[in-house]
């Protein structure tokens, strides 16, 4: 076997992790001896041991003169665990291979020089593009404070996400949906409009055994929000917030709906722009420093223009179904007034193309301004 071989199998066991480990990253250790896998492991949940330590965990006979293979660079710092270089070092490994460098200003290349003065031979950048991979999220959160936003939507090969009445169930096939409730567990957050909730009353969680509801994020600058619909009356069993923008109208009114909001469980934050609307970048601030490292956008073409002008967005994944609307009338995935010029477009890189059941999932990244 070789190198390569251990460093997919880390990787592999990385994803294992997937939506359990924010605002941690998701990594992978594999430790070999003589040729042959002796302990392997992988950060199962944020405030668990991480991979090197699972891995150590597992051993089947004594690590000393082997090599541990690992996605990220091992911490060298007291968090919620002990330092995974001291684990390393106290079972007498030899050779350290790293896949990804891990830009948290705590550990950025000090896991790899402590290692090294002790003796260690360590290997860096190994496998790093398909490392890097693994952990966006964790990389933009980590060196920004803001959530990496990804926004999602399903539209018709003609560009609708609804007819000219409004009806959008179901525009994609159920493969898609099942998709995207996995995309639900991926992201710590997922964020609607008050449009959308007015017109679907969702639920905005995870209906797949064994993973988890993401943070229902509201956008709803005048607190229109019914205390009857399923948002708020589940907001004790998830994680709701509501943001909100103006303090204009009755003031009796809103002080008595934030508090019946509050009862319900909900956490309101006030985040106003200048134009008496949600402030979508003091919101991201407000919710990083919340410790949400990841937002899922599932609004309508009002919220998608929204963060999309202000800049917020990462990553945008369509769903595209083979299914035509046609029509003047029909809502588009963003709204707005949109550009005048070619040239003043937002301008994407595209990153993959997949079939989903009978849809196509077209990824891309948001380039930022030059």
């Not at 003031?251 to 019946?260: D, F, G, T």
């Not at 006030?270 to 949600?278: D, H």
């Amino acid at each position: 076997m070789t190198d390569e071989f251990y460093m997919r199998r880390a990787i592999e066991l990385a994803k294992k992790g997937r939506g359990w480990t924010n605002p941690n990253p998701m990594v992978g250790a594999v430790i070999v001896k003589d040729g042959s896998i002796i302990g392997e492991g992988y950060h199962e949940k944020c405030g668990e041991l991480h991979a090197e330590r699972n891995a150590i965990a597992s051993l089947t006979e004594s690590a000393e003169g082997a090599t541990i293979y690992v996605t990220l660079e091992p911490c060298c710092h007291y968090g919620k665990t002990p330092p995974c270089t001291e684990a390393i070092l106290e079972q007498k490994i030899a050779r350290v291979v790293i896949g990804s460098r891990d830009p948290n200003p705590k550990v950025s290349g000090k896991g790899a020089k402590i290692l090294r003065e002790a003796g260690v031979q360590v290997e860096e950048d190994f496998l790093r593009e398909e490392c890097d991979a693994l952990n966006p999220v964790f990389f933009h959160y980590i060196t920004t404070g803001l959530p990496y936003v990804v926004m999602k939507y399903a539209m018709t090969a003609d560009g609708k996400i609804a007819t000219k009445t409004g009806a959008s169930k179901w525009i994609s096939g159920e493969e898609a949906r099942n998709l995207v409730h996995e995309m639900r567990h991926d992201y710590m957050g997922i964020m609607a409009g008050i449009g959308t909730v007015l017109a679907d009353d969702p639920m905005l969680n995870v209906r797949l055994e064994g993973k988890k509801s993401p943070v229902r994020i509201i956008c709803d600058s005048m607190l229109r929000i019914p205390l009857d619909n399923q948002i708020c009356q589940t907001a004790g069993r998830y994680r709701t917030i509501v943001a909100y923008a103006g303090e204009k109208g009755n003031a009796i009114y809103l002080e008595e709906k934030k508090r019946s909001l509050e009862k319900l469980g909900v956490v309101l934050l006030r985040v106003p722009s200048e134009k008496g609307e949600i402030n979508l970048q003091l919101l991201m601030r407000k919710l990083g420093e919340m410790g949400i490292d990841s937002v899922l956008i599932e609004g309508g073409g009002t919220l998608n223009e929204d963060a999309l002008q202000s800049g917020i967005v990462n990553e945008v994944k369509a769903f595209i179904a083979p299914k035509i609307f046609g029509g003047r009338g029909g809502k588009t995935p963003v709204e707005g007034f949109g550009v005048e010029k070619v040239d003043d477009a937002i301008k994407l890189q595209f990153t993959r193309i997949s079939q989903v059941g009978e849809d196509i999932l077209a990824e891309y990244k948001v380039l930022e301004e030059m």
